[in-house]
């Protein structure tokens, strides 16, 4: 099964200034869309999702990670990522996580990164011009607060009722005045092992 991809869409802004002062560097943070025609609408209830996932997963990862570093200027200037999906109205929400929660899909994003820490995400079936909301995490390190990040944008013809959404998120940096600490100190506040917090 080809895929049918119906139209491509990039988000990016740039933020200079916040809290009435000026960032230290600007921050962009971006995301990039592709919209599709839902493999599985029509068909009833499908059991296996497997063959449409093998051949349409890797490709939306690879196409999307292209446009994503050239939205930065160079996937190495990349530092928190996230993926979402957001499923029309005629699907399920397994269409649109079956296509982003698959090694296929997310480790073009990984490798070209380098990263080391899992891709947050959300998986969300919605109208079109529905809010796309894509979480972000810094790419090495889920601790770190300050990548706590979230790109949110909208398209307003879609997805259409038989269309799925597939996203990557990114920015550059973390926010630009970041000072709430990250998870570690708090476990060291809270008298815990910040190797072990579970306690096993």
Not at 84 to 95: D, R, Y
Request: proline fraction near 6%; hydrophobic fraction near 40%; charge should be neutral.
């Amino acid at each position: 099964m080809a895929i049918v991809i119906r139209k491509a869409v990039d988000f990016l802004e740039e933020i200079f200034t916040d809290g009435d002062k000026a960032a230290p560097r600007p921050l962009k943070i971006f995301g990039s869309a592709i919209v599709l025609r839902n493999p599985w609408v029509g068909r009833g209830y499908v059991e296996d999702l497997k063959p449409e996932i093998h051949t349409l997963a890797s490709e939306l990862g690879r196409l999307l990670t292209a446009r994503m570093a050239a939205l930065a200027g160079g996937a190495d200037k990349i530092e928190a990522y996230g993926k979402a999906c957001v499923t029309g109205l005629n699907g399920e929400l397994e269409h649109g996580s079956a296509l982003i929660h698959t090694l296929r899909f997310g480790n073009h994003y990984r490798e070209a990164l380098s990263a080391k820490s899992y891709l947050s995400f959300t998986n969300t079936r919605g109208p079109a011009n529905c809010p796309i909301m894509v979480p972000l995490m810094h790419k090495d390190d889920s601790g770190m607060r300050s990548h706590y990040l979230t790109v949110q944008f909208s398209i307003p013809d879609a997805p259409t009722q038989d269309e799925v959404l597939v996203v990557l998120g990114g920015a550059t940096g973390g926010r630009p005045h970041h000072r709430i600490g990250d998870r570690y100190q708090d476990l060291k506040d809270l008298g815990k092992d910040v190797t072990n917090p579970a306690g096993v």
